[in-house]
């Protein structure tokens, strides 16, 4: 998909005008087909890591590979036999020299590296398959791949390549001579020379670019091509000797893994971010495409996208700090519970992590967490905003879980259920620290606190719970005479319920409401249509569906009994029946509830200042 409006695409659009009339620079004319490009036509790409392609220019334009495939190849190499059978053929070494010296090294007899022509040829030579015809159907399945669509090669490109490749031919049979080719060099050279004449366009590259930034995952097809470590190396080479001998300049100016062909290609890859397309077939004297070197320097510039730009970031990994007294759980508590609570939330502190999770952000966040910890607080370490944890941030993780839950302090790690980029971080704490009574993973941040506040209370006296709350000592029937609660509990219906049982439906009329007399219900929400989240809980002493004394509508949620439950019943339309022979039962009812509504409200303000 193509945004028609946007500022990168305006950004591109102004580039390109103004590097048009830049006509620097040669077609190669050394593979002689190649001379017959059309010097002026030019086309600028970007496609993001989620798949977003931004264009200008000639960006429908075919043109040949060339020495854009030698990364891909590479890959490929790496991928199906592994680092170290490939690189007994080919080294990581940049020459210094143009692509195609003629040149190995001295100790090893390897080429150099994989981006200069001898050593793509030995890399070419690794492609699996028993005929010429399947290896070559191997290939193209492979660039397919990462380009997101099937590609055919350009025959007049690959004839012409073919009728004048000596260059080439004299490389592949000096490494016959030195043992780096096991196959026969013209069939290799016949495959290397299909493998550089692959029919691409500007958006093809960019994509194929953007497979590498997104580590080694096509953005646009979703299919995963080439393992990260892999990607990694790749890039590497491309950084060191992707540009020839210009490869240092390159890095000073750009300073991103590129790679370029003497079609007039030149590819870039921003890790994490985005790739870079350029064609201009025009080139400079060491076979670089002037307009496709000017554009990536710009671009690189004007987007701060060179590697060392220091972009980076460990100090917002904590995303804010609270304790329980600041934000308590959604839980409807009554008054005493809630004065306890208030003098113990601080033994509770809640440390929001977001952000990406590698060495420099996972060493921050660790420390501060050891610093509470080491004050004998509970900590909620909630990932809900993180967005992955690298492998050396899973194993700082787990090894300081340990370390403190050795102490007096509970740690409790939530919000990591149900999240792809943080499954690795799941499994390593479950594996490893799941057993320890001090560490523990709860599904939500709300639960985990309200898990903390029952420990509190249970702390203090728990049998209060374990009795059928009578009506004199129920919040919400505060100031009524021994008469009126005696008609009161004349009008009450108790029921009972099993956990799990529903109480209220979302969308029932809302006729009666109800005060929990023993136990503990939760009330949920239908997001999205089918989803259901736990928005809150109600608790011995507190009433649910009060709503039905004030406006009578439908219900706004789904009530559910947590654990087997009692609970008073009281029908509103009796209620006001009542107010002849008890005039004060109603307002008196009414004006507790304005008193705990507003209560709730206050509390809920506090909770949106301290979470500022
Ligand atoms: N096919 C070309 C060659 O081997 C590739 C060279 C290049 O793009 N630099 O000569």
């Known amino acids: 998909m193509t945004l028609a409006v946007s500022p990168i695409s305006d950004y591109l659009k102004s580039l390109h005008a103004s590097l048009q009339s830049n006509d620097d620079g040669e077609v190669a004319t050394y593979i002689p087909e190649l001379g017959l490009a059309d010097p002026g036509s030019f086309g600028i790409c970007i496609a993001t890591v989620d798949g977003q392609v931004y264009t200008a220019g000639d960006v429908d334009r075919r043109f040949t590979i060339q020495s854009m495939s030698k990364p891909f190849i590479y890959g490929y190499a790496l991928h199906t036999h592994g680092m170290e059978t490939v690189l007994k053929r080919v080294g990581v070494e940049p020459t210094g020299e143009s692509f195609n010296s ?102 093809d590259m960019a994509v194929m670019a953007a497979t590498l930034a997104a580590q080694g995952t096509n953005p646009v097809t979703g299919e995963t091509v080439l393992e990260p470590d892999h990607v990694r190396d790749v890039l590497t080479v491309m950084s060191t000797c992707g540009m020839y001998d210009y490869a240092g300049q390159w890095a000073f100016d750009v300073g991103v893994p590129a790679k370029s062909g003497v079609s007039g290609g030149v590819i870039a890859v921003i890790p994490g971010q985005l790739g870079i397309a350029v064609y201009s077939p025009p080139l400079d004297r060491v076979g670089n ?182 009506l004199a000592e129920i919040d919400i029937f505060d100031g009524l005479s021994k008469d009126d609660l005696q008609r009161l509990s004349g009008v009450a219906t108790t029921f009972q319920y099993a956990a799990g049982d529903k109480i209220i439906s979302e969308g029932d009329d809302a006729r009666v409401f109800f005060v929990v007399a023993r136990g503990s219900v939760s009330v949920s929400v239908t997001v999205d249509g089918s989803r259901t989240r736990r928005i809150g809980s109600v608790g011995q002493g507190a009433p649910f569906g009060e709503m039905a004394l004030l406006d009578g509508g439908k219900r706004s949620a789904d009530v559910i009994a947590d654990v087997p439950v009692i609970c008073y019943l009281f029908s509103v339309e009796r209620l006001r029946e009542m107010s002849d022979e008890a005039p004060a039962i109603l307002p008196t009812i009414l004006g507790n509830l304005v008193r705990i509504l507003s209560d709730r409200l206050r509390l809920a303000n506090d909770e949106i200042r301290a979470l500022q």
């Open 289 to 470: 495409s002037v307009r496709g070197v000017e554009a990536c320097k710009k671009i690189s510039h004007d987007f701060s996208l060179h590697v060392f730009d220091g972009r980076t970031d460990v100090h917002s990994v904590i995303r804010r700090e609270y304790t329980a007294a600041d934000v308590p759980s959604k839980r409807v508590r009554s008054m005493w519970e809630r004065d306890m609570l208030a003098d113990h939330g601080k033994r509770l502190s809640v440390m929001e992590i977001q952000g990406a999770l590698f060495f420099g952000s996972a060493e921050k966040f660790l420390r501060r967490l050891t610093e509470i910890a080491r004050e004998g607080r509970t900590v909620i370490v909630d990932f809900k905003r993180a967005a992955y944890a690298d492998r050396t941030a899973i194993e700082l993780i787990c090894q300081t879980a340990l370390v403190l839950s050795s102490g007096d302090c509970t740690i409790v790690f939530t919000e990591l259920s149900g999240k792809e980029e943080l499954q690795g971080l799941k499994s390593a704490l479950e594996e490893r620290v799941g057993s320890s009574p001090r560490v523990r993973l709860v599904s939500d941040t709300d639960l985990a606190i309200e898990l903390f506040e029952d420990e509190i209370l249970a702390e203090t006296d728990f049998s209060l719970y374990d009795r059928i709350l009578p």
């Open 102 to 203: 003629i040149v190995l090294d001295q100790v090893s007899n390897r080429p150099y590296n994989p981006m200069v022509n001898a050593g793509a040829i030995a890399v070419t030579s690794l492609v699996e398959g028993e005929t010429a015809d399947r290896r070559y159907d191997e290939m193209m399945r492979y660039f397919g791949l990462f380009a997101g669509r099937d590609l055919d090669i350009d025959e007049s490109v690959f004839r012409s390549e073919h009728a004048t490749g000596h260059r080439n031919r004299a490389i592949a049979y000096m490494m016959l001579n030195t043992g780096m080719l096991d196959r026969d060099p013209e069939d290799v050279l016949e495959l290397y020379f299909k493998q550089c004449s692959i029919s691409v366009d500007c958006r």
